[in-house]
């Protein structure tokens, strides 16, 4: 199976900056997409920003300009730069993993880390 590791949250006033970190461990013969996602209390998940071999790269309007995400392939790691930090980026931030475990087959699985809680004081 595999395993999504996050680390890298915590406290942070209102600009200030956090990375987050997110390494994929296990049965991986290739990882398509990597990305973050968050979910704040009451509210729906919501995509933060996503690079789909590490090319096509995307991101929510509310964080373009502040946040970036990068991935070294060789750690099959993704990271999460965020900058300028607000209060409302205050939420649970989840990595995700669409994974090839094979080179047999072309099926693909979406994988969550635990999450990881990022709170911005104003």
């Known amino acids: 199976q595999v395993q999504l590791v996050e680390s890298g949250g915590g406290l942070v006033q209102a600009g200030g900056s956090l990375r987050l970190s997110c390494a994929a461990s296990g049965s991986i013969f290739s990882i398509n997409v990597m990305g973050w996602y968050r979910q704040a209390p009451g509210k729906q998940r919501e995509l933060v920003a996503a690079?789909?071999?590490?090319?096509?790269?995307n991101y929510a309007d509310s964080v373009k300009g502040r946040f970036t995400i990068s991935r070294d392939n060789g750690k099959n790691t993704v990271y999460l730069l965020m900058n300028s930090l607000k209060p409302e980026d205050t939420a649970v931030y989840y990595c995700?993993?669409?994974?090839?475990?094979?080179?047999?087959?072309?099926?693909?699985?979406?994988?969550w880390g635990q999450g990881t809680q990022v709170t911005v004081s104003s």
């Open positions: 690079s789909a071999s590490g090319t096509d790269i």
């Open positions: 995700y993993a669409k994974i090839r475990h094979s080179a047999l087959t072309f099926y693909q699985l979406d994988y």
